[in-house]
């Protein structure tokens, strides 16, 4: 059976782009029905509905908690029988409970190295520490602030010359290659969590 693939963005949704692209061209076993985003202004709204994606934003200012609002996603969520959510640029925490809820069915992308530069500058402050080598984590999602499981990771060189600008580029361009793989091998049930590691098994 395919896996049904929720991806939640804020805004502008290369990623959701690149796993758009991938899936078109690729055999992944999983199809994106959801795009979900707290920000009704998102161009990822835009992508999803172009490629003829169910599009769904939800203000969260109508609710006193996080964990009101979260509950609502789940309900959606559970209506649309979602097996994997993809954290692409979402720039909202999520509560406890919906992590629990989909314990090691949540992924994110990280532009650094994790656990190096974790938070939402991950680029800019691996440039501005000096770091030599910084690059992305693909990684499951549990209750701490980008501490899940790791699942790829990609190295990138920082030039003495370039400027973060140039940087980001190289980021986003490993991002797009690195995210619908780490989501294939889920569709494919190939990843097996043992604690912090995650093994990636060889294709059935
Ligand atoms: C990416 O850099 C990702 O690593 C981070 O948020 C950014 C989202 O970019 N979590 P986009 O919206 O997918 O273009």
Redesign the pocket.
């Given at each position: 059976m395919k896996k049904r693939i929720a991806v939640f963005?804020s805004?502008?949704?290369?990623?959701?782009q690149a796993l758009i692209d991938y899936i078109k061209g690729n055999d992944l076993n999983g199809d994106i029905v959801l795009v979900f985003s707290n920000n009704k202004d998102a161009y990822?709204l835009n992508r999803a509905r172009k490629n003829k994606i169910k599009a769904v934003f939800m203000d969260s200012s109508g609710y006193n908690t996080r964990k009101q609002y979260d509950t609502k996603i789940i309900e959606l969520l559970e209506d649309e029988k979602i097996d994997l959510v993809v954290?692409?640029?979402y720039m909202f925490l999520l509560s406890q409970e919906f992590v629990r809820k989909f314990k090691n069915k949540i992924l994110?992308?990280?532009?650094a190295l994790l656990p190096s530069f974790k938070g939402t500058h991950?680029?800019k402050d691996a440039y501005e520490y000096g770091v030599k080598v910084t690059g992305?984590t693909v990684h499951f999602v549990d209750e701490g602030l980008d501490s899940g499981p790791i699942i790829i990771q990609q190295s990138v060189d920082i030039d003495q010359n370039e400027s973060v600008e140039e940087l980001e580029e190289k980021?986003?361009r490993i991002?797009h290659k690195i995210y619908p793989l780490a989501v294939k091998y889920f569709c494919e049930d190939r990843l097996k969590i043992n604690g912090k590691k995650v093994k990636i098994s060889n294709k059935k």
């Open positions: 963005a805004g502008f949704g290369s990623n959701l990822a954290l692409a640029g994110n992308i990280h532009p991950g680029i992305v980021i986003h991002e």
